[in-house]
C-alpha cells in the first residue's frame, strides 16, 4: 500500500463547478500536510498548508481528519486556469522527510 | 533571488555513462532534496540532507549518490546510467522549523534525463 493514496482522476468538469479531491496516508505520525499543484511540465508549487482546523484561501478549502487519515482539497467555481495536477504532501515529525502523492489530475473546460 | 536552480535543463545519456546534476539554492535554506518523477508515480525522494556535510537516503537511492560540501549546493551523481534511470529530476529545498504554513518546500524547474 502506497504512504499517500489519490485518485488520479482525471477529473473533468466546467468551469465554475465544484470539486473535491481527497487523500489518504497510512502514517499515522504523520505531522504536516500540504496541497502543491503542478502544470504540466513544470515544477510543484505550494497551493496550500493544511491546518488541523481546517483552512481555505479565496476559492480553496483544505480539511484535515488526523482520526480517518485523510485531507481533501475543495475548489469552488473553477476556472480554466485550475486546469493542473493537485499532489497531496505527507511530512513526517520534524518535516524533513515528504511523501507525495501521485496527483490527480483536473481539467476545467469552458 | 533566483530562488532553486537546476543545471542541465536537458541531458541524454549513454547507458554506462556518468554525470552529476547539480542543484543551487540561494534561499539559505537548510534541507534539500532529489526527487524523481515517473508517469503514474509522483516524485519519490531519492535522497536528502538536513545540513552542509550530512546526506540520508530516501525511498529510490539506488544507483545514485549525492553530496552537500556547500549550503547552497546539493550534487546528485548517476555513475553508471541506466536506461531505468529515465526520468524528470526535481531538486527542492525548506528551512529547518519554521513556523506552521512556512516549512514548504520549493522546487527547481527540474531535469528532464534520458538513458538510451
Known amino acids: 500500500r502506497k504512504e499517500v493514496e489519490q485518485d488520479p482522476g482525471p477529473f473533468n468538469v466546467p468551469e465554475g463547478a465544484t470539486v473535491a479531491f481527497n487523500c489518504t496516508y497510512s502514517?499515522?505520525?504523520?505531522?504536516?500536510f500540504f496541497w502543491y499543484r503542478q502544470d504540466c511540465r513544470k515544477e510543484p508549487k505550494l497551493l496550500m498548508s493544511?491546518?488541523?482546523s481546517g483552512n481555505e484561501d479565496g476559492r480553496f478549502t483544505a480539511q484535515l481528519n488526523r482520526a480517518s487519515q485523510y485531507i481533501s482539497l475543495l475548489i469552488r467555481d473553477s476556472k480554466l486556469s485550475d486546469s493542473a495536477t493537485y499532489l497531496c504532501?505527507?511530512?513526517?515529525?520534524?518535516?524533513?522527510?515528504?511523501?507525495f502523492g501521485a496527483g490527480t489530475r483536473l481539467f476545467v473546460k469552458a | 533571488n533566483a530562488g532553486v536552480t537546476q543545471t542541465p535543463k536537458f541531458r541524454v545519456l549513454k547507458t554506462g555513462q556518468s554525470m552529476t546534476l547539480l542543484c543551487a539554492q540561494d534561499m539559505n535554506h537548510e534541507y534539500m532534496y532529489w526527487y524523481r518523477q515517473d508517469p503514474g508515480m509522483g516524485l519519490r525522494l531519492i535522497h536528502y540532507?538536513?545540513?552542509?556535510?550530512?546526506?540520508a537516503k530516501g525511498e529510490v537511492p539506488d544507483g545514485y549518490n549525492v553530496s552537500r560540501l556547500k549550503k547552497q549546493n546539493f550534487l546528485l551523481g548517476l555513475e553508471s546510467a541506466a536506461p531505468s534511470q529515465t526520468s524528470v529530476y526535481f531538486c527542492?529545498?525548506?528551512?529547518?522549523?519554521?513556523?506552521?504554513?512556512?516549512?514548504?518546500?520549493?522546487f527547481g524547474p527540474g531535469t528532464r534525463l534520458t538513458v538510451l
Open positions: 502514517n499515522s505520525a504523520s505531522q504536516s
Open positions: 527542492a529545498s525548506r528551512i529547518r522549523g519554521g513556523a506552521w504554513g512556512t516549512d514548504t518546500q520549493y
Open positions: 504532501v505527507v511530512a513526517n515529525t520534524g518535516g524533513f522527510k515528504t511523501i
Open positions: 540532507s538536513v545540513g552542509e556535510g550530512t546526506t
Open positions: 493544511v491546518y488541523s
